[in-house]
């Protein structure tokens, strides 16, 4: 990869990392709040079903984690399994894929 | 890159990185598993008196703690990489490591 894609990577990683860094804070406050007395499904779907917002905010998180961890697990497996070139790039564009697709099935699993 | 043994920025970049591999592990399964099992109420039920077990308790919990040391290592890389050096800079990864107790304290309560 030459080192203009190197430092494209390089900046989606930051940027990401900087959604993510807002997305984390909510959720964790989030899940910190909702434990209190017991999770539900009734309690989960009320606060989501037709919830543009948080519609819009799980959306962006699962987008942004689904670029953030690819690349980050990029630079892991070439410094300790010595895995570098295009199989590499290609299983981790898979993982992306998979992120988001995955992800995106829950997001409107909470909201629809 | 990790960097020299002992010093705390290496600690911290060991923690960044296995907490990102490992929450990389787990999302594909919550993801699955949010999907899968909210489409019916009585099936993400289920799957809420299966995560009472107390191992199950216990590894969300590692996994929320995780999380905020990833968040807290992560903004610490941004503040190194992307403001100019200070010397409080120096306490940033204590700070992001009393962050993830103080996150796992919380979530703990509430279990």
């Not at chain 2, 099992?37 to 919990?61: C, G």
């Not at chain 2, 990833?70 to 990864?93: I, M, N, S, T």
Request: net charge positive; with cysteine; glycine share 10%.
């Amino acid at each position: 990869m030459n080192a203009r894609a190197q430092t494209l990577l390089w900046a989606v990683q930051r940027a990401s990392a900087a959604v993510l860094g807002v997305c984390v804070a909510v959720h964790l406050a989030t899940m910190v709040y909702a434990i209190r007395g017991g999770l539900s499904a009734a309690e989960i779907l009320s606060r989501t079903q037709g919830s543009a917002g948080w519609f819009a905010f799980y959306s962006t998180f699962v987008l942004a984690v689904s670029v953030h961890a690819p690349i980050g697990l990029r630079s892991v497996l070439a410094e300790w399994l010595g895995w570098h070139g295009r199989g590499r790039d290609a299983a981790l564009l898979a993982l992306a894929m998979l992120l988001a697709v995955l992800g995106m099935r829950a997001v409107f699993g909470v909201f629809l | 890159m990790i960097g020299p043994a002992g010093h705390t920025g290496t600690w911290a970049a060991w923690v960044h990185r296995v907490s990102g591999i490992l929450l990389t592990l787990f999302l594909p399964v919550h993801f699955y598993a949010l999907g899968s099992t909210l489409e019916s109420a009585a099936a993400f039920d289920a799957l809420l008196v299966w995560t009472r077990h107390p191992l199950i308790k216990f590894s969300e919990w590692g996994i929320v703690v995780m999380l905020a040391a990833h968040l807290g290592g992560g903004l610490r890389v941004l503040a190194l990489e992307f403001l100019p050096w200070r010397d409080w800079q120096k306490g940033l990864a204590a700070a992001a490591a009393a962050f993830a107790l103080v996150v796992g304290l919380a979530f703990a309560l509430g279990l």
